[in-house]
């Protein structure tokens, strides 16, 4: 357990300045040249991507353990890892600490082009800042979770969480600055940050070989729900922070309590 954490923690300080970095540079070419090239932009990265991954990068499992068939059992697998109750607790938390960083993602903008009527060097810093803050809390938690316990670093970052979410509806649709805005993203995303690291580690690590089945099961089930509700995004109202305070109150609150009475 302990292990795996501080082996992610390595890897997120890689993968982490990605958010931090890609607002400040999409906020400057949006400045120079058409939206349509951020789009192009990722495609070509995707592209180098595919072609590294099929060419540049070699099996590291023997071949004695591979598997005939990457499906043969799979349903099996899932059915087996989805028996440990702690394990189903841990799915719901992940799922609904998704939902809410696809509603901020969705709202963000709204509310500070449209709302706050930052300009664009601004909402690029700001977005850069709420990047930073989830990076900075999930290396800070790696660091406490195992000397405090890891359901306990859990419970704390959803309580975090609930915290914006009451704050943000108790603002409801009046209209406040912009630091006070920031504050209330801040707290909610340096809980979601700081969750990542525990969450992960209660979910995989008491799974041995199977870890890799409920690291797959856990991903198909977070993207593939928020595709579903997708379409609920849309409707949030993003003229105030209502909306998003109502998301962060329910995501967390049930996260919470699923931290509480299942794991």
């Not at 990457?70 to 099996?76: C, D, L, P, R």
């Not at 449209?114 to 900075?136: E, H, R």
């Amino acid at each position: 357990g302990d292990a795996m954490l501080k082996l992610l923690a390595r890897v997120f300080w890689i993968q982490g300045f990605a958010p931090v970095l890609a607002p400040i540079i999409g906020s400057q070419l949006i400045q120079v040249a058409d939206w349509r090239l951020l789009f192009q932009i990722f495609g070509a990265l995707a592209a180098g991507g595919l072609i590294w991954a099929l060419f540049g990068l070699s099996e590291t499992l023997a071949l004695a353990d591979r598997r005939g068939s990457v499906f043969s059992g799979m349903g099996a697998r899932f059915r087996h890892v989805l028996q440990d109750r702690s394990y189903r607790g841990l799915v719901l938390i992940s799922l609904v600490s998704t939902v809410q960083l696809y509603a901020y993602l969705n709202l963000f903008p709204f509310l500070f082009l449209d709302v706050v009527k930052v300009n664009q060097n601004s909402y690029g810093l700001l977005a850069a800042s709420v990047s930073l803050s989830w990076l900075i809390a999930f290396q800070i938690s790696a660091a406490i979770a195992p000397r405090w316990g890891y359901l306990k670093m859990l419970v704390a970052s959803m309580s975090l969480g609930v915290l914006a979410g009451i704050g943000g509806v108790t603002i409801g649709v009046n209209q406040v600055s912009a630091p006070v805005y920031m504050a209330l993203i801040y707290l909610a995303v340096i809980g979601f940050g700081a969750s990542v690291g525990p969450l992960q580690t209660l979910s995989l690590a008491p799974h041995g070989e199977e870890a890799g089945t409920a690291a797959a099961l856990m991903g198909t089930i977070n993207f593939l729900v928020t595709a579903l509700l997708s379409p609920i995004f849309t409707l949030l109202p993003s003229g105030s922070f209502f909306g998003l305070g109502l998301v962060y109150l329910c995501c967390f609150g049930v996260g919470l309590a699923a931290a509480l009475l299942v794991v």
